[in-house]
């Protein structure tokens, strides 16, 4: 937990960075597990 209360923002990527997919991965993850936000 980082203790910041601003929710974090996924953003649309470019297929020629190298950087960047995390949070698209987790959200993809969350989803098929059916996570909730709390």
Request: glycine content about 10%; proline content about 3%; overall charge neutral.
């Amino acid at each position: 937990m980082d203790g910041s209360a601003i929710r974090p923002i996924v953003r649309e990527m470019s297929h020629e960075q190298e950087r960047g997919r995390g949070m698209r991965m987790v959200a993809r993850i969350a989803d098929r597990w059916g996570a909730e936000d709390h």
